[in-house]
């Protein structure tokens, strides 16, 4: 009818914006609109959303099956748009896409938030030791690489030793650039007790940030070597480059930079203001929890504002890449896959 042609055509064109609303279901597409900063920050709410970590083996199962016999064309009557993009989110958000295994609950995508908070609160504790300085930067750049690995590019084989390199690469700069803030901290005269700590409290920001930057360009440093492919407006290769590769690299980079900007320095901030507070003083015991929920609530928001930065897949003119790609092209803009 009119009025249902009209309800998917508002469903379709503002999918970005509406939450009851579901625009016909594609594939493996997005249901959100990738063009725009709130359409991608919806798609990665939605991809680090928590709830699918509960769903069942059956539900799973039926995600899956549903999912085929859409592609089968042997859809049962009475399926809605709603339930194929929640069957789409449960099987994209439990099983890797290139392998079709399970990936483990911890290192989902759907699990980094709730299983990367412990360790946000353990790098961002008070009155640090340099022990445990270097046990929770450890744990939280294992727990990082865990997530990248478990979440990588399957479809071609990629050397273990790329995994290694960028996850010791990480843990080395992460662990020698807090200790040794620490450590000018510590025999810095000018500091009083009181900024001491308070300063002490940003040091894991600048270590997990240039860690996470490490890790980057050693997991990816042969994309640099060797190119990355880009696309025409039809999905088709044009060519390798290797100047799009240094583009889709900073972009990562730069995400991995802010990432974990609002996650490590605005708790201190914050926590240093709510210390102040009568019930606190009065209730040390509440320090611990409260903590733990202002660093929840700001790697909630923080996590999808960062990856949203840039799209998936992102444009560029030919003018910018190599000769033999301008020559290849039917248009002046390819595309190019800048992973996460």
């Known amino acids: 009818s009119a009025k ?5 055509l508002w469903s379709s064109g503002f999918s970005g914006f509406s939450m009851s609303e579901y625009p016909l279901f594609q594939l493996g597409k997005p249901r959100f609109d ?9 798609h990665f709410l939605d991809v680090i959303d928590p709830s699918t970590l509960f769903v069942s083996e059956k539900r799973l199962k039926e995600s899956i099956d549903l999912l085929q016999r859409f592609k089968e064309g042997t859809l049962p009557p009475g399926v809605t748009n709603e339930q194929l993009w929640k069957a789409q989110k449960i099987k994209q958000a439990i099983i890797h896409p290139d392998t079709g295994e399970k990936i483990l609950m911890p290192f989902r995508m759907s699990g980094f938030v709730p299983f ?10 008070p009155n640090q ?4 300085t270097i046990f929770w930067q450890w744990l939280n750049q294992s727990h990082n690489a865990c997530v990248n690995y478990s979440n990588r590019n399957a479809s071609q084989p990629n050397p ?9 690469g990480a843990v080395t700069s992460a662990v020698s650039i807090a200790v040794g803030l620490n450590v000018l901290i510590q025999r810095a005269k000018s500091f009083s007790p009181t900024s001491r700590l308070l300063v002490q409290r940003f040091i894991p920001f600048p270590a997990v940030a240039s860690a996470n930057v490490c890790n980057v360009v050693l997991m990816r440093k042969s994309e640099l070597s060797e190119g990355i492919s880009v696309l025409d ?11 799009a590769a240094k583009y889709a690299l900073l972009e990562t980079a730069l995400t991995r930079i802010v990432m974990p900007m609002p996650i490590l320095v605005l708790p201190p901030m914050i926590m240093a203001n709510l210390e102040k507070l ?24 923080a996590l999808p504002l960062a990856i949203s930065l840039f799209p998936q897949t992102s444009q560029i003119s030919v003018e910018k890449l190599e000769p033999e790609i301008g020559e290849a092209a039917d248009s002046k803009i390819v595309y190019y896959n800048k992973g996460l």
């Open 4 to 8: 249902q042609t009209r309800k998917t």
């Open 34 to 42: 990738q063009n725009t900063f709130f359409g991608r920050f919806r």
């Open 116 to 125: 990367g908070t412990p360790v946000v609160v353990g790098l961002l504790l």
């Open 129 to 132: 030791t340099l022990m445990s």
């Open 160 to 168: 273990t030793s790329a995994f290694v390199y960028g996850y010791l």
């Open 233 to 243: 407006q039809n999905g088709n290769v044009v060519g390798t480059s290797k100047v």
């Open 278 to 301: 009568p019930l606190l003083q009065g209730n040390p015991r509440l320090v611990l929890p409260i903590h733990a929920l202002v660093c929840l609530a700001s790697f909630a928001f």
